[in-house]
């Protein structure tokens, strides 16, 4: 489910795999989540987010953040944030009522997708204005994010800025494959096996999960994915680069 949301809209197979890779390794390498830790939480809350239009770089953005200032990592951290975002998306009754109590409106709600950190920054400033405790604070957000969203949500209320920040970051994260990979100044058969590693752990293998999503909802993208699984014993070289990156992701955000 989570790696449907893998899809961008890139036609060539270097492209392609470069531009989840250098996501996947700036989010990683910015925060203590690792590659597989991502690959669960993508599991859990990708096609929540892909339908609710949040972009890859934001989701991944996102995720790195929880992490790393609440410590919610893994499936926790995707169920999480796919109750937050699920709630946004179609409020209870309930839920409605109580955002609209502390002035949210329902065109604050509609816009959140398109600026998580925007929203959680004015449901700060709307709690703050009425001085709500922290006990009203607490019972506001199980109220609206039920008890599966809350904690994740209190982690995005906390953290508006570093949010802002971890979502530009992996945005711009062209070239960080590369940029790691050339720090490694490591062995081609090194890098291979480190990203076969990652891959393993992170449960994510392009094999069983990437190419099927693809195929079913990106045929042309499938296919170059595909044709990638192919080429791997005869041009080790194309992804090597890929390999060592998403590896040393893995290894260096478990230290």
């Known amino acids: 489910e989570g790696v449907e949301f893998l ?14 890779g250098d996501r996947l390794a700036k989010a990683a ?24 239009g949040m972009s890859l770089e934001q ?12 410590g919610l990592r893994g499936s926790k951290a995707g169920t999480g944030l796919k109750a937050v975002l699920s709630a946004i998306a179609k409020p209870s ?19 959140a997708f398109a600026d998580l950190p925007g929203f959680f920054e004015k449901m700060q400033s709307k709690m703050d204005r009425l001085h709500m405790t922290t006990t009203q604070r607490a019972k506001l957000l199980f109220t609206v994010f039920q008890q599966e969203g809350a904690g994740a949500a209190a982690t995005l209320l906390k953290n508006v800025d570093a949010l802002r920040e971890y979502n530009r ?18 062995t081609t058969e ?10 393993d752990e992170a ?6 999960k990437l190419a099927p999503a693809l195929h079913r909802n990106l045929p042309v993208a499938a296919s170059a994915a595909a044709s990638a699984l192919d080429m791997l014993g005869d041009n080790l070289g194309t992804i090597s680069v890929l390999g060592g990156a998403w590896g040393a992701s893995l290894a260096t955000s478990a230290v």
Not at 7 to 20: A, K, M, N, T, V
Not at 59 to 70: N, P, S
Not at 203 to 208: D, H, M
């Open 7 to 20: 899809r961008p809209d890139i036609e060539q197979r270097g492209q392609f795999i470069e531009s989840i």
């Open 59 to 70: 989701t991944l953005g996102t995720l790195a953040m929880m992490g790393e200032k609440g």
């Open 93 to 111: 009754p309930k839920s409605a009522n109580a955002l609209k109590a502390v002035g949210l409106t329902d065109k604050d709600v509609a816009g």
């Open 190 to 199: 090194w890098k291979l096996k480190k990203f076969t590693a990652a891959v």
């Open 29 to 52: 390498n910015m925060s203590t989540v690792s590659v597989a830790n991502l690959g669960e939480s993508l599991t859990e809350v990708g096609l929540v987010a892909r339908t609710a």
């Open 169 to 186: 970051e992996v945005k711009n994260a062209d070239g960080a494959l590369t940029t790691v990979s050339d720090a490694l100044d490591q």
């Open 203 to 208: 449960k994510i293998t392009l094999a069983e």
